[in-house]
């Protein structure tokens, strides 16, 4: 059975084209809405580095990864679970839920967008909706975006950097972007 939604790319499309694959997907699946018993663990994890695991053995379909993905939340606890209607199983997660993986940009200073896809297959605006904000960890800075329903993807060091440089060519103190009209500072 093909995949309903093949996951979104960032490079090579416009700004415009990827809001456009955005809002052509519709709405996720409403797992803020559904709540089940809590049913036990799910004996999957998401390692530092994005890989699903399923009882210890990566789980090898992307597709498989993408469709568990529509169905995670994060609780207000800070744990993470898989929930459908019927049934809510905890999920280790070790540092983010997502990683973005890629980046599209237009305009300059606050006219500028900054759109980014995850390798769950989803894509965003930083902005309002996907506030961006680094939190110092254990391993140092992280920066991360807000996806949906408490989630969060953990930029990668390329983005991370590509963001930096922009700051910098636009000589803003505090060093940050703007995107979709809100500024976002780039350190801890």
């Known amino acids: 059975m093909p995949e309903r939604h093949p996951p979104l ?18 709405e996720p699946p409403p797992v803020d809405r559904w709540n089940p018993e809590h049913c036990g663990h799910s004996g999957m994890r998401i390692a530092r580095d994005g890989t ?3 009882e210890g053995s990566p789980i090898n379909r992307p597709a498989m990864v993408r469709l568990f993905a529509t169905v995670l939340r994060r609780e207000s606890d800070g744990s993470h679970v898989l929930v459908t209607p019927a049934e809510k199983l905890t999920i280790d997660v070790e540092a983010t839920a997502f990683r973005a993986t890629q980046m599209t940009t237009s305009g300059d200073g606050d006219q ?11 894509g965003l605006v930083i ?10 960890t254990d391993a140092g800075p992280s920066p991360r975006v807000a996806v949906r329903f408490g989630l969060e993807a953990e930029l990668a060091r390329p983005l991370y950097y590509e963001l930096a440089e922009i ?9 940050g972007v703007w995107s979709d009209g809100m500024f976002f500072g780039l350190s801890a």
């Open 52 to 54: 699903w695991y399923h």
């Open 9 to 26: 790319e960032a490079i090579g499309n416009s700004i415009g084209e990827l809001t456009a694959a955005i809002a052509a997907r519709g």
């Open 112 to 122: 500028r967008r900054i759109g980014l896809t995850l390798d769950s297959g989803d």
């Open 127 to 136: 902005g309002p909706d996907h506030p961006l904000s680094v939190i110092e």
């Open 167 to 175: 700051a910098l060519a636009e000589g803003h103190n505090p060093a």
